[in-house]
């Protein structure tokens, strides 16, 4: 057999796996729109996206796998297939911290997949806003980056806001040094989000220790306003903004930790059932008194609850008066989590739950 005819019958069996898998998605997309119309016969209208039964799709997903495609990659396009079903019964809408380029808005087309409808936020309250007012179903805000910490914005917006957490979402972040300039010499100033400003700063001081260094609200809007500047200006961002505002690339991977990494939530109105891999989020406050954080985190300890994070943030009522954001594992529907955070409200002056979630997948 010629080289010709042995390609001719692999292709002919690769059209006979997309016509089944064509007919597969259709089948799927079907059952989708069943389930669709069964929730609104039960006078279900808003939770046609479960951010718990999609992460159990995508951990089994992966579990099942054998190759030769990765598992994260099967999982991707898993996450896509289940995008474009969603989009057939309601097209979600979905708050991010813009403009368009931005790490959110890419951490957001990782969560949701690409047939939902993205919309560009300026500020993190705006996008808490949108899904306070119903604008967009749910909204994407970074929380925490692995060099620099949390996002206190973020978490300030909690203390007031009714918003729930409903999902996480961790992105690689690789910073570039965009500009209109063609030389590095010529630039005196850099606009970039506080936090890429902090995750560039020993490479900013090697190599532009002279330049003025801006903090705007995100890189994305840093990109857009050195495209509309003039000379002499450049912006940190992602290297997906340097073709959409039309900027040269002066310098790549700026950050100062190859490994750096942020971690975004998902935020929304409803409560996320289990999923089977959970985390729950909880804001509490104790009166300041000696051994009163200790009281906080006993009913933890003693459930053997494993606590993975505690950031505390003036509560805004009061001079030296603090509230603890808290993450623990497992979820409120957990009878062991549950016990625990009775004995936690009992000791806590004020005690939310922000929201039991499923950990990231990929």
């Known amino acids: ?55 159990m799709v995508l951990r089994n997903v992966m579990e099942r796998n054998e190759g030769p495609l990765p598992d994260k990659e099967m999982a991707r396009l898993f996450r896509e297939i289940m995008s474009a079903c969603l989009a057939t019964e309601r097209l979600l809408k979905v708050a991010y911290l813009g403009p368009e380029g931005s790490f959110t808005q890419a951490a957001a087309a990782k969560q949701f997949g690409g047939s939902v409808e993205l ?95 801006v903090a705007v609200n995100s890189n994305s809007e840093a990109a857009k306003r050195v495209a509309a500047e003039e000379n002499g200006t450049a912006a940190i961002a992602a290297d997906r903004a340097a073709k959409l505002y039309g900027l040269a690339v002066l310098a790549s991977n700026i950050e100062d930790e190859l490994d750096n990494t942020t971690r975004f939530i998902v935020i929304g109105v409803q409560d996320v059932g289990t999923s089977g891999s959970d985390k729950t989020a909880l804001l509490v406050s104790t009166k300041n008194k000696p051994g009163a954080l200790q009281s906080l985190l006993t009913p933890l300890a003693n459930s053997g609850i494993s606590m993975t994070k505690i950031e505390s943030r003036p509560s805004g009522k009061g001079v030296w008066e603090y509230v603890f954001f808290i993450d623990i594992e497992g979820h409120t529907q957990d009878a062991d989590v549950a016990a625990a955070l009775k004995k936690l409200e009992q000791e806590s002056s004020m005690f939310r739950v922000l929201g039991s979630y499923p950990k990231a997948v990929m």
Not at 24 to 44: M, S
Not at 199 to 212: A, I
Request: a negative charge; hydrophobic letters at 35%.
């Open 119 to 213: 919309l560009s936020m300026s500020t993190i309250a705006d996008v808490f806003h949108a899904v306070e007012m119903g604008t967009c179903s749910y909204g994407v805000v970074p929380v925490e980056n692995s060099t620099e910490g949390m996002v206190s914005h973020t978490l300030d917006l909690f203390i007031s806001s009714p918003i729930k957490i409903n999902g996480e979402v961790t992105l690689p972040i690789h910073h570039y040094l965009l500009s209109k300039e063609m030389d590095l010499a010529n630039v005196n100033t850099v606009y970039a989000h506080p936090q890429g400003l902090a995750q560039c700063r020993q490479w900013l001081n090697e190599f532009l220790p002279h330049c003025e260094l």
């Open 1 to 55: 057999m010629s080289e010709e005819q042995a390609l001719q019958v692999v292709r002919q069996q690769i059209d006979g796996i997309d016509r089944q898998i064509q007919q597969l998605l259709n089948k799927r997309t079907q059952c989708a729109q069943e389930v669709a119309h069964i929730k609104v016969n039960n006078g279900e209208q808003n939770d046609f996206y479960r951010p718990e039964r999609e992460a």
